[in-house]
């Protein structure tokens, strides 16, 4: 039996696909250059915007970004793909590790020439003698940027084999090989609208990215920050938080798991908790747990909003995992 041909055009280019085709697998086979990671649904890397048609799988309902390496084509589609830095390979050296919290390290990576990427976005670090892990470069915390160096914060996991090594068997001047960036939750400049921003944990590092570069584009954006932590030690941003409250419509909103009395101004709850009215002319952007940022795509799907969200998906094989349920005990 002959297969169904759809029509996919793509940025305008129009070209042939057989329906039940995996939008990745097609595009690769036909020489079709479209970005692309972990081809699991999560690094984000794949996806592009449907503008017309359908597509089984790939999107929560009622979002038109599509994750390429998991939509099969089912009917014609339209999409367009957005202007990124194309991934590059550098090689560089660990310049500085320092303690930001109790579970996590700020590092400093001094690579031989500027890295080209737009808030938001991650990249992978393969240390000398390690597995590759995916952390997000971002604005310094305190004092201005220099773009021979870029920063990092890594939570410390429990049998982690890279995160528990820094400090310990990552040092300074430890060789790194750096490829990206990657991502396709970044900031989308010349909105002129309200922005939200949720973090939780170190996905603190591309949402102060992010929020740097949207009030250095429009001082006077209004801008609300939910920064969330599971413990007040861990909330590590205060400095960084403090350079964004002078700025006139700037909302920090922080929240901790933990209940505490002695700051009124750090609230209690989840982060969804504390989100401001959502309505279409608003950009949401989320970072850190997969359970938090889904539940903030959701409300801000069910509002209208547009919502580019980046789950931290820990990466370890099954020898990782066993050890650090083991170490739980």
């Known amino acids: 039996m002959m297969r169904r041909i759809c029509q996919v055009v793509l940025n305008n280019e129009r070209y042939l696909a057989n329906a039940g085709d995996l939008l990745l697998d097609w595009a690769l086979t036909n020489g079709v250059e479209l970005p692309h990671d972990c081809r699991a649904g999560m690094c984000g890397a794949c996806r592009v915007r449907l503008v017309e048609g359908r597509v089984f799988g790939g999107h929560e309902p009622g979002d038109d970004m599509i994750h390429a390496c998991q939509a099969r084509i089912v009917s014609d589609i339209a999409i367009v793909t957005e202007e990124v830095p194309d ?25 031989p020439k500027p890295l080209a990427f737009l808030p938001g976005q ?133 929240v901790v798991d933990e209940p505490q009395s002695d700051f009124p101004a750090i609230r209690g709850g989840l982060p969804t908790d504390h989100l401001p009215p959502l309505s279409p002319d608003i950009v949401v952007y989320t970072s850190g747990a997969p359970a938090m940022t889904e539940s903030v795509g959701r409300i801000a799907r069910a509002a209208g909003a547009r919502c580019y969200a980046d789950p931290f998906v820990p990466t370890t094989t099954p020898a990782e995992q066993a050890r650090a349920r083991w170490a739980a005990r």
């Open 87 to 111: 991934p590059v390979a550098l090689s560089g050296r660990v310049a500085g590790i320092v303690r930001l919290a109790p579970d996590i390290a700020g590092l400093t990576i001094e690579v």
């Open 122 to 254: 991650f990249c992978k670090l393969s240390f000398r003698g390690y597995p590759a892990r995916s952390y997000s470069p971002t604005y310094p915390l305190e004092r201005r940027p220099d773009h021979r160096l870029l920063h990092f914060h890594i939570r410390r996991l429990a049998g982690g084999k890279v995160s528990s090594a820094l400090g310990r068997d990552i040092g300074r001047g430890h060789r790194v090989r750096l490829s990206g960036p990657f991502g396709s939750a970044f900031l989308r400049r010349n909105h002129r609208g309200p922005m939200v921003l949720v973090a939780s944990g170190t996905g603190f590092a591309p949402m102060w990215s992010i929020a740097v570069a949207a009030i250095m584009e429009r001082p006077e954006r209004e801008l609300t920050f939910i920064v969330a932590a599971r413990t007040l030690q861990s909330l590590y941003c205060h400095s960084a938080l403090c350079r964004l409250a002078p700025f006139p419509n700037v909302t920090i909103i922080p």
